[in-house]
């Protein structure tokens, strides 16, 4: 009883009456905040610029009339499949001679693509202004197109030819050529600004699409091998030109510009402004840190996706 009763009063002494533990009697502090460090290594760079995209018909290419003049014979009727270079009809004008003696002018107009004929109402006797669209012809190829946001342009400089193309539900991903990145007219810049260019290419005819069909345009922007690599959060810009900070044998760090390459959306090339072994710091000053997803999410444009 006697022990336990020392070991009571002890214990009360220490709960109500024990020195308190200052602040200012601490050599050093209890908590220290460093900014996290990266050191700079070599590796592989694979710029790959994915996005959304769906299945339509090509355009339908215009025939423009080559005359100012009267219709005087028609070798094709609507709906007609046609060859390029194939003769639609003939127009005839009467014209005024160098020497000032009246004349006429023939020309043949011909298809302009290969396809089948439409919206073609053109008689013998109607006549057209040089340039206005005789009818059109539909090309039996269909396009796979998508929009990409204008900052992703930087990743395609270097414009590729041609892209891989996976269908959903279709068939396995095939190669699209004819790649080509087309701008708004000035009138639809504001669409533009809200999704941006649009980029498109041909189908193969040996594979069986239909319209409406959903697809994922991957387009390679090529590969940097055994490259200085760095993550984009330790740089200030991610293409062309940008800012590091390097860490000082003192523990301060510094700013240095550095020439920057291929990116992969996590990380990008140094081509210049570092070496290897180099420390920088892995978060731009100031720069708000990156939201961390759970294993079973990743980030999918601007949306996170759960599985």
Known sequence: MVIF??????????AFFGDALKADDLEFPTVAIEEPHYEVVTGTIRNDVSLSGSIAPAATVPIPATLSGEVREVAVSSGQSVKKGE????????????????????????????????DFTALVGSSFQ???????????????????PSEQLYRLIDRPKDASVAINGGPAPFTCTKLAISFAEESDSAAEATSGPSVSCTVPKDVVVFPGLTAEITIA????????IVPITAVEGTALSGNVYIVLPDGTSELREVTLGLND??????VSGLDEGDTI?????????????????YQENDEVVCF
């Open 5 to 14: 009763s020392v070991i009571a009063a002890a214990l009360v002494k220490f």
């Open 87 to 118: 003769e639609i009809l003939k127009l005839r004008a009467d014209v005024m001679n160098s020497d000032g003696t009246a004349g006429t002018q023939w020309k043949i107009v011909e298809a302009p693509a290969t396809g089948k004929l439409t």
């Open 130 to 148: 040089v340039g206005s669209p005789v009818g059109g012809v539909a090309p039996p190829t269909y396009i796979v197109s998508g929009t990409v």
């Open 221 to 228: 922007g090529g590969v940097a091998e055994d490259v200085l």
């Open 265 to 270: 959306g996590i990380n990008v090339e140094v």
């Open 281 to 297: 710091l892995q978060f731009v000053p100031g720069a708000e840190a990156p939201e961390v997803l759970p294993d079973n999410c």
